[in-house]
């Protein structure tokens, strides 16, 4: 599309302020947290503020085939919300409603609340909504339903998918679709929710979302182990997954200890080789049980210093540490940020060869891991002015997803493929697998007009 026209007509058919197009402006809607380097400053930005502005908007852009790349809160890490010359960007960030309904137990959530919203929502009336990626006090559920974002409490929980009853989403074409509903259970037809959640924007672009809410669990006890190796903390993780289902059960490796406690002051044993760190939420005795339990196996592998607690600020407090690694890791420099996952009994495996990885390359890789769910996010750190350390990172970064794979593992547990790492999609499906997802993608959006340039090669569709 060259003309000015198709866009001044996009201009009269949404209200005054939807629409901008000013270089000044748009250029702050052009990448997500990747900071994709391909990024470039959009056509447009489209505002909505309803279904209805995205099935204008839609219908519009199908019209006159012009790429349209969905965006929340920015804060995606897999390059999903990258946008080009000549594309339209509709954000979401207007579209912030929450609604809950006491009786069926679930929250109605339009695609620009954020998640940490939804929660308070929620929490107001004894309901609870578990995902909670680290960045849940920014990022928006339309994002996590995109990418099917997991956090801390899925271990036990479960990831987003497993919390979406229904849906209304906008097809490339601009017509609206409702699906699901309050039901809990639901049998007729394909399951077209769970196609929707995790496709990145790339089938139709997702508005509103019903969420199925919990009740409040007890009160957490909370234990935090170090160990002299990372090795040895993910050893202590499989015999822990044997016996029981810790509410938290996450890994943060030497180097990320030392970046968290620089950044922080929080007391870190900056000698310990990992740290390992475990809730449990069940009700008393079986909590302190379960404690008990996660103790003793830490014990047997080696744990250097171990400590629990019940007081809930506390607990929270070392939380929030692990919340705060990724903050602190990027205060090392650049990076390039992994999202692999591997088997349960692979991890000790994977985490070995990250480390050997990260010697090969001379570079430095801090691991954080969802451990109890075999999800980790090494982060490859390096020096952007640095030719040689940027090249040296690519290899790593490369050499990690390949390792996962090796390991009937995956590119992404929770942050999406985006345009990051899209290359590795092939291998992990193989032709046949890739193929069926080209069927689908042009079944849903024959012009590839939808988010163009993520998760499937562009020129394979």
């Known amino acids: 599309m060259s003309s000015l026209a198709p866009l001044s007509e996009l201009f009269a058919q949404l209200p005054s302020g939807v629409v901008i197009d000013n270089p000044d402006r748009t250029v702050r809607y052009m990448s997500d947290w990747a900071r994709d380097p391909s990024a470039r400053p959009p056509l447009a930005v489209v505002r ?201 059960l996450e890994l943060m490796d030497h180097t990320t200890i030392d970046a968290v406690e620089s950044m922080t002051s929080m007391g870190l044993d900056r000698s310990a080789g990992a740290l390992l760190l475990a809730r449990s939420d069940g009700p008393d005795p079986a909590s302190a049980a379960e404690i008990a339990a996660v103790e003793e196996i830490c014990r047997r592998w080696g744990a250097t210093e171990i400590y629990s607690t019940d007081d809930l600020e506390e607990g929270e407090a070392f939380t929030q540490v692990r919340r705060l690694a990724l903050p602190a890791i990027e205060r090392l420099g650049s990076i390039l940020l992994e999202d692999v996952g591997v088997p349960v009994p692979a991890l000790p495996d994977l985490v070995e060869g990250i480390e050997e990885i990260a010697r090969a390359n001379n570079v430095t890789i801090a691991v954080i891991a969802h451990a109890g769910d075999g999800n980790t996010h090494p982060v490859v750190v390096y020096d952007p002015q640095q030719p040689a350390q940027l090249a040296a990172a690519e290899t790593a970064f490369a050499a990690v997803m390949d390792l996962a794979l090796q390991l009937k593992g995956t590119i992404t547990g929770e942050h999406g493929v985006g345009r990051l790492k899209r290359d590795w999609l092939p291998q992990q499906l193989g032709a046949a697998g890739l193929a069926l997802q080209h069927t689908i993608k042009r079944a849903f959006d024959p012009h590839n007009l939808l988010n163009p340039g993520a998760v499937l090669l562009p020129e394979n569709v």
């Open 48 to 248: 909505v503020e309803s279904t209805e502005h995205v099935s204008t908007t839609l219908a519009w852009a199908h019209r006159h085939r012009v790429g349209v790349v969905p965006r929340g809160a920015g804060t995606g890490l897999s390059g999903g919300a990258t946008a080009d010359a000549g594309v339209v960007v509709v954000s979401l960030e207007r579209m912030a409603a929450v609604d809950i309904d006491t009786q069926a137990h679930v929250a109605k959530a339009q695609a620009g609340a954020l998640n940490i919203e939804v929660k308070r929502a929620a929490e107001e009336v004894g309901l609870w909504y578990p995902p909670d990626p680290s960045s849940y006090e920014i990022c928006t559920i339309g994002g996590n339903v995109a990418t099917n974002a997991g956090g801390l409490c899925c271990v036990k929980y479960g990831v987003t998918r497993d919390f979406v009853l229904g849906m209304q989403v906008v097809l490339s074409d601009g017509t609206a679709v409702d699906l699901g509903g309050t039901r809990l259970k639901d049998a007729a037809g394909y399951s077209l929710i769970n196609l929707f959640v995790g496709s990145e924007g790339t089938l139709g672009i997702v508005t509103e979302v019903t969420l199925r809410l919990l009740p409040q669990p007890a009160p957490s006890s909370t234990l935090v182990a170090s160990f002299p190796t990372t090795v040895a903390a993910t050893q202590a993780v499989l015999d822990i997954t044997g016996v029981c289902r810790p509410s938290v």
